[in-house]
């Protein structure tokens, strides 16, 4: 245990004693990590920048909800859709249920749709919906057809009186109500409204994980199988294929992600693989007359490792460092991508590539000093 704690110094001591007699060789090492890493970063971090700017447009677009328009065949009969709580489990995703009854005119002459809600879903909309419980006109906060308050709507040129409120920008029922909408509660129905119109419905589903378009196809599926199962017919609005399409274009910026990696990893790689191969060269003399007093190869090929962790560790730590403090300067003014600030769970998955890679390239420089190591005492010391 002795002489296995000695020997170790004396390799922690000899690879000081080289970094110090040969400073050009630690130095090479850490400047080639230290800025092969930095580019990386930057442009794996602007493909990051990108892909959350588009995911975020895609969403506030409407791209993680689907709309279905279904009607059923059997006219006077409700149709059966599955609960809220039901969907949230199959999709983990908010949904609204709205029964269609007709239109309805203001009295600016604009034409707005009408619709109902089921009871299983009366908590959701209660926020939105008059205190009386009386008829609601939702309108977009950015699109108002009537000042918020009371106010006045006309079926069959009969009045009704409304409550006018405005919806919050963003809100899932943007979809349906981007025009304005009366929202009437089932038990207080008008009498001239036709109750056979419960069989036609508006389904908005929204997921809460946009990931990829599978969390669109998976909703669309599931509409479909609805429609079967209730024998109805209708349309269902989805960016589904045009996610699709990113997604294709994404898992090739994938491969271009991982071969840029592997391109720095083999630059750095070479080098690696070319110093520690040279300071082997050097010293193989003393490396194998330890060797002849019985000290394992495994530990000399260990010295070697740990060495170039150590370099390639610090390096990639200072360089993420660096990106991280300066990187207001290198998105705005060099990659000109605006404002936008990455935190380290943003980059996480590339600095777990960039690792992966560098750790890679630490353990095949050692092959040639593994080889040389390995070599029989007699043809070296001859």
Same mark, same amino acid.
């Given at each position: 245990?002795? *002489? ?18 040969? #400073? *050009?060789?630690?130095?090479?090492? %850490? ?5 092969? !890493? ?21 969403? *506030? +677009?409407?791209?993680?909800?689907? %709309? ?12 059966? &859709? ?17 029964? %269609?009854?007709g239109a309805v005119s203001l009295p600016n002459?604009?034409? #707005? ?22 008829? !609601? ?8 057809? =009537? ?5 006045? $709507? ?24 981007? *025009? ?16 056979? /119109?419960?069989? =036609?419905?508006?389904?908005?589903? +929204? $997921? ?10 998976? $909703? ?9 199962? @209730?024998?109805?017919?209708?349309? $269902? ?7 699709? +399409?990113?997604?294709? &274009? ?18 750095v790689g070479i080098l690696l693989t070319a ?24 530990? =000399? ?7 170039n962790l150590l370099i390639v560790a610090a ?15 290198? #998105? ?17 998955? @590339? ?27 007699? /043809?070296?010391?001859?």
């Open positions: 245990m002795i *002489s296995l704690i000695l020997t170790i110094l004396y390799l922690a001591k000899d690879t000081v004693h080289r970094w110090f007699t040969r #400073v *050009s060789s630690p130095i090479a090492r %850490v400047l080639v990590v230290y800025f092969l !890493t930095l580019s990386a970063l930057a442009a794996l971090g602007s493909y990051v920048i990108t892909l959350n700017l588009v995911r975020h447009e895609l969403i *506030s +677009r409407g791209a993680d909800t689907v %709309v279905a328009a279904i009607s059923s065949q059997n006219q006077g009969k409700a149709m059966f &859709v599955p609960s809220y709580e039901a969907i949230e489990k199959a999709l983990n995703a908010e949904s609204y249920l709205l029964h %269609v009854y002459g604009q034409t #707005v749709q009408a619709y109902s809600y089921d009871f299983s879903r009366m908590r959701q909309m209660m926020p939105y919906l008059a205190p009386d419980g009386g008829p !609601t006109l939702l309108q977009p906060e950015d699109h108002q057809l =009537l000042p918020p308050g009371p106010g006045d $709507v006309f079926y069959n040129k009969m009045r009704v009186p409304v409550m006018v409120r405005n919806l919050p920008v963003g809100h899932t029922l943007h979809r349906i109500v981007r *025009s304005g909408a009366l929202i009437i509660n089932p038990d207080h129905l008008p009498p001239q409204m036709e109750p056979n /119109r419960r069989s =036609l419905v508006s389904l908005i589903i +929204r $997921v809460r994980n946009l990931d990829s378009s599978e969390s669109i196809l998976k $909703v669309e599926r599931y509409i479909e199988m609805l429609k079967r199962y @209730e024998k109805a017919f209708g349309s $269902v609005i989805s960016a589904g294929s045009i996610l699709s +399409r990113m997604d294709d &274009v994404l898992s090739k910026q994938t491969q271009c992600r991982v071969a840029f990696c592997l391109g720095i990893s083999a630059i110093l520690a191969g040279m300071e082997y060269r050097q010293n193989e003399y003393i490396y194998t007359l330890m060797k002849s007093f019985g000290i394992h190869p495994l530990l =000399l090929v260990g010295a070697f490792i740990v060495e390096s990639f730590a200072a360089a993420i460092a660096t990106f991280m403090y300066f990187q207001d300067i290198i #998105v705005t003014q060099i990659l000109k991508l605006g404002k936008y600030t990455l935190t380290i769970n943003d980059i996480l998955p @590339e600095i777990y590539l960039i690792s992966y890679t560098l750790l890679g390239c630490v353990l095949v420089s050692c092959v040639p000093i593994f080889v040389a190591a390995n070599r029989e005492i007699g /043809r070296v010391l001859k």
